[in-house]
């Protein structure tokens, strides 16, 4: 059973940075590929930014690409997304997913329940 628990997400001002973790199951993260995804109110949910099961190969979408990075702590089965250089466009509800690489929410079964990131300007 893959579990997936996000958490970090907060109300920050613009420019700033924040830390988002994603506490999984065991074996979860060397099994699977990892990745993000943010929905913003009234928008449909975009993908942000995706890890091989091995590590070795990041992915990210271009609205984010030189600000967030993801990465894997496998002695705590744990993904993270560090966030800089924050905008208010930013501001979403950030989940954490679990499947097959791809930049497409369809090749990932496996959600956790989100945690809310808010840029203030």
């Known amino acids: 059973q893959v579990q997936l628990a996000e958490s970090g997400g907060r109300l920050v001002q613009a420019g700033g940075s924040l830390r988002l973790s994603c506490a999984a199951s065991e074996r979860t993260i060397t099994s699977y590929a990892m990745a993000w995804f943010r929905q913003a109110p009234g928008k449909e949910r975009e993908f942000v930014a995706g890890i091989s099961w091995s590590g070795t190969t990041t992915y990210y979408a271009n609205s984010v690409k030189g600000r967030f990075t993801i990465s894997g702590d496998n002695a705590k089965n744990t993904v993270y997304l560090q966030m800089n250089s924050l905008k208010p466009e930013d501001t979403a509800l950030y989940y954490c997913?679990?499947?097959?690489?791809?930049?497409?929410?369809?090749?990932?079964?496996?959600w956790g329940q989100g945690t809310q990131v808010t840029v203030s300007s």
């Open positions: 997913a679990a499947g097959a690489a791809s930049y497409a929410e369809k090749n990932y079964p496996y």
